[in-house]
């Protein structure tokens, strides 16, 4: 697999610019060849997938799903916090999603982490974060807690098509997490 960390940028020289820059040109090249899908907002397979923002994982790739299939929600951890909530209900409410996958991953960030960073980050800039890091040391009891957050919220429609996942990082297999 070749990544953009790996693959080579050309004649062997530095790029210039920042990758920020480097974004912007891919989307010039993007726009160039662009043709309108034809779409509208709400995901044909009526589906939403909250996953962990970890770069490893290539969600549309290792779900064989195409542009238009899901809605995409993805945090730290993959933790179904408020804001999680927040954009499923619109999901569901507004755009018609009925089904709910939950991918957490091996090796995560939030693994080797704790509250304490919070604390960390109030002592060096002056002020506390509102938010929990939501650190944890169980990937599988992570995905149950995750599964409970959104079948026992209030605000959403359809709670009993939910499903977690782990994703593994070597081997690029999900494991499916009993609920119980």
């Known amino acids: 697999m070749t990544t953009s960390a790996s693959a080579p940028a050309g004649s062997g020289n530095a790029v210039p610019g920042t990758v920020t820059d480097r974004l912007i040109e891919a989307n010039e090249r993007y726009a160039a060849a662009f043709t309108d899908p034809g779409m509208d907002a709400r995901p044909v397979l009526h589906v939403a997938v909250i996953a962990c923002m970890d770069a490893r994982l290539d969600l549309h790739d290792a779900l064989g799903l195409s542009l238009g299939d899901c809605h995409t929600i993805r945090n730290a951890g993959g933790v179904v916090t408020d804001d999680v909530i927040r ?30 960073f919070r604390h960390e980050l109030e002592m060096e800039v002056g002020q506390r974060p509102a938010w929990a890091v ?18 026992t919220s209030p605000f959403l429609l359809h709670t009993d098509d939910v499903r977690g996942f782990v994703f593994d990082v070597k081997t690029g297999l999900l494991r499916e997490v009993d609920p119980a």
Do not use: K, P, W, Y
């Not at 996958?101 to 080797?112: D, F, Q, R």
């Not at 939501?134 to 409970?148: L, P």
């Open 134 to 151: 939501e650190a944890f040391r169980d990937v599988d009891q992570d995905v149950r807690q995750s599964m409970q957050r959104v079948r």
């Open 87 to 116: 954009s499923l209900t619109i999901s569901q409410r507004a755009l018609g999603t009925r089904s709910v996958v939950l991918i957490h991953h091996t090796n995560c960030g939030l693994e080797s982490l704790t509250e304490e």
